[in-house]
């Protein structure tokens, strides 16, 4: 991939479907385009079925003699327990409003990216198997047979699906092609199917109680280096503290962001951010090491293992004797956290209804899950006046604001980290219209797809989120792209390389941190990154009252 | 040609023919004006019901919303109560948004590759403007088909005829909503035909309720305008229906009998099809639920028992390593 230009790589990119139909052109799996498949260790781990050595690319995927059977069983059960999947699969009148709305199709021309087709995929065996109409009149009715040649094409294809749900938003029944790929893969699971980047870390995440599998020393030993870090750069030593019984709140974040820059650097704002909250307030947070994940790929594999790694946060909140949970930046864990998991692993009912004790806010909207989100938790304290901040910290920074798929249509969450950005950051831009908020454009890279096999799939994908940052930059000089998404910390600085070089990634909390003032802290001349700081008296006047001004600040 | 629309037109000809043959030749009226539309309202009411009643036998087990707009948070956030509705009021006004408006398709836009390379979203207005057109259309002729089927005709149904008659062309008066039926169909057909997109994804079960909805206002069309049908026969025939007298009374063309069977045909056709999106749309679970779940339990009904990694087992496979660390354990060593 590295080896394709990008001018090379739009060039291939066509959106004139081919002549043969769909059902009469032979997937190809492709370098590049797919992940590893799941190693039989992690698939064993969690006693899931047929765990062994297979390869996509082998003709041979050593599948159980009854495998058919196992998948028609799966479906038929699943279109028993899911009313999404039995409407799903009935009523879509192909008008294709959800076609290229796929930031997949966009970025590959391959129209089996298209939603509608990637869904007919599985609906042409429904009908096969469940309708009259499918049974009599075959592929007129749009049915056809369940072949090995089909069950490759669904692996391949529900596996080139990030579960963005951005189709959905167009569409006129709210048909969600994600819900129908989480269908594909739980019953691609049920053969063992799995890509290994998603079964390893749920294995991990079980195990370890992160992704990475950091052991808890080594969790430890990671965020006293982080310690180090923010000493060196602020002057000030925080104390982080662990699995502390009697803590007021709980938190939970990506394992992601303690392992990699720049969600490294986002880590450090929460450190520094406790600490903040701690001195001036007395307030006492604490880490888990048990429950050192907030992201949950048991989401990308079934409900059923999405419901074994989720339990851990309610669990060790009981345990520790927390008041209620406090949840980092994070996409897919926010998905799971507001749809799934009060409905699996609930009533949480020996939490408190959160109440944010410096400000007296009720998070309202959080009191039956007991967490909140740690962007609504930091919107209202600067809302309160309750962080010292001085944005003039951030300007170096152009920043723009990249909605993450699940808090933007799993949740809703649009305006709190708008409002923290302009409060920490005095130029801010957005990008246009159709590319943000609840039309938003995924990384390329989200529901597990984020290994590094994969590149020219995430670079395709990632093509039109690129597309609209360039634009900004190219308009406003845009250097900085935050996001409040750990999988976009890690995914979205090589699309920018690629497509957008000079363009940086950061998370909110790191820009937060950047302006915050801490009490006894040296005279800041770099920031976390060891980058240098403007220095305000040098800055001219005219040009620092002139800055521009933001609503809801 | 091709054969996913090849087909389709073929069976919309072959039904003509059967009727046309039917009544013409072999002189079966009471089977194509009674029996059989008799049969496929009984199949379209049956299969209707069984239809949503199979879908709402399976449970919702997570609500799953699509949230199109800011959510309920802090107080001081404005929300938007329609797209990302916390209260069951907002979730009516999106589903009446949707269901009437086609709301969220009226958001399309179309996704062009630029030289550059950069990408270009155009809103897409005419697959929303048609669809409507072709629905509400549709809607009048079915309403204004009432009044074939009451005696006396309600004035709510005169005062509708001449809303719709109101452009008074000619004599019978041109109905604008046969028209337009006619026109919105004609496009949705030609879209699916000349986009290369929309075709490549097109199923012969698309095109043929295109066609056959098509040959139904023809044929309507046709009756009122150029045969002119014996409207007095006709009002006889279908008062013997609904007053379970039937009787076919004399002189009415073959051709009302060709259109009373493609309704049939489309009727029974119904809950076996696409079409059931009518009953669909109402239960599709990413619109009509509430988005408060983080405020309020949603229920499961099969929630699952699952095997867990607990803590205690986590500890033991950690104790000494967690001492090491500093780290507080429920068991020592
Ligand atoms: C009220 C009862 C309804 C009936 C009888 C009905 C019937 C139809 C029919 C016959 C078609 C043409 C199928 C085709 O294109 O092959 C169609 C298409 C469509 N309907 Fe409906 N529909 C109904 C309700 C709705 C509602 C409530 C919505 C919106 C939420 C809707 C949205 C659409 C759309 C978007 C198409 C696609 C047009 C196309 O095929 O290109 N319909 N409907
Ligand atoms: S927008 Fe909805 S109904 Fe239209 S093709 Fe896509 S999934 Fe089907
Ligand atoms: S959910 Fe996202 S990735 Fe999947 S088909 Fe829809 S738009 Fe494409």
Redesign the interface.
Known sequence: MADLK??EL?AR?N???PKT??MDTPTVIREGMFCYAAKPKSVATL?LPYPREWNPLNDDWKLPENWKEIIIEGMKDR?????????FM????????C???CHFF?GTGD?KN?P??RA?LLRSIYRNEF???GKILGR???ARELTLDVLKEWWYYFFQCSEC?RC?????????TA?ITMMGRELLNLLGLNIDWIATPVANC????NHMGI???AF??MLDFFADEIEDTTGVRVHPT????GADILFTTPSGDVFGDPGTYTAMGYMILFHYLKERYGLDVTWS??NSEGGNFGLFTS??VM??LN??MY??AK?LGVKWILGGECGHMWRA????M???N??ADFLEEPVNPITG?K???????K?VHIV?FT??LI?HNKLELDPSRNDNLKVTFHDSCNP?????????PR?VIKNVCNNFYEM?R??I???TFCCGSGSGLNASEDMELRLSGG??RA?AV??VQEKHGVNMLACICAIDRAVLPPLMGYWVPEVDVTGIHELVTNALIIPGEQEKTVNLRGEDIPNKDEMDPDEYYTRPDFSGR | MNEKYLYPLMAVIALFLVAYVGVEAVGLQWLFGIIIPFMALITFVVGFVMRVNDWARSPVPFAIPTTCGQQESLPWIKPNKIDNPFTTGGVIIRMALEILLFRSLFRNTTCKLNEGPTISYVWEKWLWLFSLAFHYSFLTVLVRHLRFFLEPVPSSLQILDKLDGFLQIGLPGVMISGVVLLAAAMFLLLRRIVISQVRYFSLAADFFPLFLIIAIAVSGIMMRYFTKVDIVGVKELTMGMVTFHPHIPDGIGAIFYVHVFFVSVLLAYFPFSKLMHLGGVFLSPTRNVRCNTRAHRHINPWNPKVKVHTYAEYEDDFREKMIGAGLPVEKEL
Not at chain 1, 90 to 97: E, K, L, M, S
Not at chain 1, 363 to 369: R, W
Request: aromatic letters at 12%.
């Open positions: 990008p001018d739009i990119t959106f004139t479907p139909g769909w006693g279109l028993e327990r899911f009313r999404t999947f039995k409407i009935d009523i879509c009148v192909r008008c294709g409003a076609a290229d709305k966009i129209p298209m509608v087709v007919e309708t009259k109409a007129i009715a749009g749900r959905s938003v167009f569409c006129p029944y709210g048909i969600d819900e079980y195990m370890t109680g052991q808890p020393q430890v030993d662990y699995n502390k019984k090491t048990f409900n059923e419901k074994r339990i851990k669990a060790e345990r956290i507001t749809q799934y009060d409905t699996m609930g009533p806010t998070f309202e909207n959080a009191k039956s899950t967490m609504e919107a209202d809302k933007a249509r799993g949740m809703g969450m649009f305006d709190e409002y246009p159709n590319c908020r609840e039309q093509l039109p597309n360039k634009y």
